[in-house]
């Protein structure tokens, strides 16, 4: 069981807007600890999506938007497109457990 | 650019030592706020953080897994090590390394897969 709870899969159709929730606690991202996301395509290794709960690297698209409030944090994809179909994760630090900690994931499914 | 790439045997017995080594280019581990991780992922499962090095060699490990784990650095090979002692086939999964500057692992190897088997 993780830390950090996303919900196991969400979907929608090309073009529509999808969003995953992240939800923690007081210990890690309660506490100001930053929320990063990953993406992972099939056979591949995560790669960063968003870092510091609001920030794309470079060569991110726009689509890709993160947001952070008390002990939850969300990613939205708007336009959704047939690449997006991925696992989607995200990590933060636990001051309780002096770590840093994922979520269980979330694979999002283009229809 | 910043790379990682992972190595180790592909088979391990049980309650064997794991020996995994990280090897990375455009970086150096004795920069001041830099770090390495090894996080792993058993087949179909979620992200599991395991452990990391700092560029000053402060050390930090999963509570769940602290006493089996073990952390090195070499910095003038550009070199991390982990090893994992007592290995169960639950240990099987792909293991990762990852670049951390203070935030995000920004960067990660492709993982190396690991199967855990009489």
């Known amino acids: 069981q993780s830390v950090l709870t996303q919900p196991p899969s969400v979907s929608g159709a090309p073009g529509q807007r999808v969003s995953i929730s992240c939800t923690g606690s007081?210990?890690?991202?309660?506490?100001?600890?930053?929320v990063h996301w990953y993406q992972q395509l099939p056979g591949t290794a995560p790669k960063l999506l968003i870092y510091?709960?609001?920030n794309r690297p470079s060569g991110v698209p726009d689509r890709f938007s993160g947001s952070k409030s008390g002990t939850s944090a969300s990613l939205a994809i708007t336009g959704l497109q047939a690449e997006d179909e991925a696992d989607y994760y995200c990590?933060?630090?636990?001051?309780?457990?002096?770590?840093?900690?994922f979520g269980g994931g979330t694979k999002v499914t283009v229809l | 650019q910043i790379t990682l790439k992972e190595s180790g045997p592909t088979l391990v017995k049980p309650t064997q030592t794991l020996t995994l080594t990280c090897t990375f280019s455009?970086?150096?581990?004795?920069?001041?706020?830099?770090?390495v991780g090894w996080i792993r992922q058993p087949p179909g499962k979620a992200l599991e953080w395991l452990a990391l090095?700092?560029?000053?060699?402060?050390?930090h490990y999963s509570p769940s897994l602290k006493s089996r784990l073990t952390i090195t650095k070499d910095t003038s090979k550009n070199q991390v090590v982990l090893t994992m002692t007592n290995m169960d086939p639950v240990d099987t999964a792909t293991y990762y390394c990852?670049?951390?500057?203070?935030?995000?692992?920004?960067?990660w190897g492709q993982g190396t897969v690991v199967t855990v088997s009489s």
């Open positions: 455009g970086f150096s581990l004795s920069t001041s706020g830099l770090g």
């Open positions: 007081n210990s890690n991202i309660g506490a100001g600890h930053a």
């Open positions: 510091g709960n609001t």
């Open positions: 990590q933060s630090y636990d001051s309780s457990l002096s770590g840093w900690v």
């Open positions: 990852a670049h951390k500057p203070y935030g995000p692992f920004d960067y």
């Open positions: 090095i700092s560029w000053n060699d402060d050390k």
